[in-house]
């Protein structure tokens, strides 16, 4: 079983779509995340969740809303998709100390 | 603004030698450290923690230090194998409960056979 899984894996879209990534965990964990890693690598965070509770937000466009039904999901809907937004996209869950993150949902924004 | 830097993009070792990589922050205080590997197209996976009050943490190969006076952590991999090739972040989270872990900006590793 995965522990955190999200899907799709790729996504390809046209400018000025919107779209939704799903993440679910089965750790059981209060903290759920989402964050954005670059062309260059750089791993940067977006939100975070705790049981179904925003608790972090980074200054990320309103464009980008989060939704917690439960403690154990996490989508991201984006709205009118820009190029920029074209990037890998991690949710991962965790308490203090350790994160678990799932495989990346790949968005191509063309 | 807060920083964390890990000081190479990319470093070279050959097989069997040790592997020591570093991470420095300024404008933090952070509860504990952390590091992740990351293989291509993969997520990061969890190696290590150390807390503020801990020197030194092992784990098989993998030795992290943590000096909060000199605000860095030094990674090590001893005995350095082709399969310990990945890009290796470090992670801080700051006091206070808060959960907010802020990563570096990760260094590439290639293990030379």
């Known amino acids: 079983d995965t522990a955190v899984s999200q899907t799709p894996k790729y996504l390809v879209t046209q400018m000025g779509n919107d779209k939704s990534i799903k993440c679910e965990q089965n750790?059981?964990?209060?903290?759920m995340y989402w964050y954005k890693q670059d062309s260059k690598k750089f791993l940067k965070i977006m939100f975070s969740y705790n049981n179904k509770e925003l608790i972090i937000n980074e200054t990320v466009p309103n464009r980008f809303s989060p939704k917690s039904p439960d403690k154990a999901h996490l989508n991201l809907h984006i709205n009118s998709l820009e190029l920029g937004d074209s990037a890998v996209y991690f949710c991962?869950?965790?308490?203090?100390?350790?994160?678990?993150f799932g495989e990346g949902s790949r968005l191509t924004v063309l | 603004s807060q920083k964390i830097e890990q000081n190479s993009e990319a470093l070279n070792i050959q097989e069997g030698k040790t592997a020591t990589l570093t991470c420095n922050y300024t404008n933090y205080s952070p509860a504990y450290l952390q590091w992740y590997r990351q293989d291509p197209g993969r997520g990061p996976v969890f190696l290590l923690l150390i807390r503020e009050n801990e020197k030194e943490k092992r784990k098989e190969r993998l030795k992290v230090t943590f000096d909060t006076t000199l605000k860095q952590s030094l990674f090590h991999i001893t005995a350095s194998q082709p399969a310990d090739s990945a890009t290796y972040l470090c992670a801080l989270e700051r006091s206070g409960g808060y959960q907010k872990v802020t990563f570096g900006t990760g260094t590439k590793l290639q293990v030379i056979p």
């Open positions: 750790l059981g964990h209060d903290t």
């Open positions: 991962a869950a965790g308490n203090t100390g350790e994160l678990f």
